[in-house]
């Protein structure tokens, strides 16, 4: 079975698999987690080994890496999140990507003389829905006390922890405009007024006390509390259209996911708005082609893979949207027909420089970003798939005051 579209692939003892990098690997017997910083990895590991479930580990991993890897994802972001339930063999979704602003209407934005959505500032700011993502995750699954899960994130981001060379350095912050000109965006990321460098000791002392806040208040600090009023001045500061009601408002949304099979596996991911369609489309049009003979890497398998998403996603960007606001095709994306139409347009010998979308007879196609992903196993077999995002880039370039953290820009 396969959340989110990653595979969880076995290997015995005396066949380790090939690495082509040197990140160490995270062990436990009481389960696995899987995460792009070994500290966020370790921390879900002891979450595990203290008794907690494959939920609570994927919270605690979250929470540190909002800190140690601002560039992709952080409370300021929104989640997307698969959870098998061992116990019913039940897979459940949660959509917590959170919602614009009531007042951020097309008239308001022209009266700012702008003519389309803006990747940078207040008004490509949606609700951030993390926070909410972690409550709503924890109230249906969670085994271990909420404020213990975010206690290692609070001890880093109080006393400090070295940056790795994969977020720091003149390709990492030093290179990311939008902290540049930003006061205090760099208040919070670049001490000393420069871009820390990888085995800089970085400390985030107001992103500790936000996460406190969380710890013990849980959403409602977020989205009523402290951390709410930083956020609405922020948006007040620049001219936003955010209420406190914006805020309070917004919940998650627990959704049926949609699936295929690929080869035998099961394949699950979130429907529209988010964008998981595309990762099946892929799969159902890979699975034409005989890649196993083809090998590995070899140069067929990577130009069927690389023509298969490109299909997919001039699919994505024509057809999917909020379904709240348009209808949208997901069963026909993610079928086996379309796949077969799909692959037939890929030249065994030829890259398709232009991409058309496909034509569906149940809807008409209108005109038509950074990311962290972790998982995490505990030993009773329950499976968490976790995306969380800034969406692109550091994110919108708003920093709500004294609170540590980025706002994502996934309105824009």
């Known amino acids: ?61 979250n929470a540190v890496l909002g800190l140690v890897e601002p ?32 007042g951020l209407t097309p008239e308001f934005l022209e009266a700012q003389g ?45 006393e400090g922890f070295p940056l790795t060379e994969l977020i720091a350095g003149p390709k990492g912050w030093g290179a990311v405009s939008v902290l540049k000109n930003n006061p205090r965006a760099q208040e919070v990321y670049w001490p000393g007024g420069k871009p820390p460098q990888a085995g800089d000791i970085f400390r985030n002392p107001l992103l500790a006390k936000s996460l406190r806040l969380i710890a013990s208040e849980r959403r409602d600090a977020f989205y009523k509390g402290p951390i709410a009023q930083a956020i609405l001045e922020a948006s007040a500061e620049t001219g936003g259209a955010f209420t406190a009601a914006d805020l309070a408002e917004f919940e998650p949304e627990w959704v049926e996911p949609v699936s295929t099979t690929y080869r035998g596996w099961t394949v699950y991911e979130l429907p529209p708005n988010g964008q998981g369609v595309a990762a099946l489309e892929m799969l159902n049009i890979m699975e034409r082609f005989p890649l196993r003979q083809w090998g590995h ?26 379904p709240r606001f348009s209808r949208i095709p997901a069963a026909e994306i993610v079928s086996k027909e379309l796949a077969e139409k799909r692959a037939a347009l890929i030249h065994p010998a030829k890259a398709a420089c232009l991409v058309t979308p496909a034509s569906l007879q149940s809807i008409a196609a209108t005109p038509g970003a950074d990311t962290i992903y972790l998982s995490a196993v505990d030993a009773e077999g329950n499976i968490v798939s976790l995306i969380q995002s800034n969406y692109m880039g550091f994110g919108s370039g708003v920093v709500p005051p004294g609170a540590g953290f980025m706002l994502q820009n996934r309105g824009a």
């Open 71 to 102: 560039t992709g994802n952080g409370i300021g972001g929104d989640l997307f999140a698969i959870v098998y339930e061992a116990a019913s063999g039940k897979v459940h979704g949660l959509n917590a990507s959170g919602w614009a602003p009531a």
């Open 1 to 61: 079975m396969i959340a989110l579209a990653f595979l969880l692939m076995a290997q015995t003892a005396s066949q380790p698999p090939a690495r082509e990098q040197a990140r160490s690997v995270v062990m436990t017997r009481y389960g696995i987690v899987a995460a792009s910083q070994t500290l966020a990895a370790a921390a879900g590991a002891k979450v595990l080994e203290q008794g907690g479930n494959a939920v609570d580990a994927a919270i605690a991993a």
């Open 297 to 322: 890497n070899s140069a067929r398998t990577l130009h069927v893979m690389i023509e298969a998403k490109k299909l997919a996603y001039a699919d994505l960007l024509q057809y999917v949207g909020d």
């Open 114 to 158: 702008l003519k389309k959505m803006p990747q940078l500032g207040i008004h490509s700011v949606t609700v951030p829905g993390a926070v909410a993502g972690w409550d709503a995750l924890h109230r249906k699954f969670g085994r271990m006390e909420w404020a213990r899960l975010f206690a290692p994130a609070i001890t880093y981001a109080e």
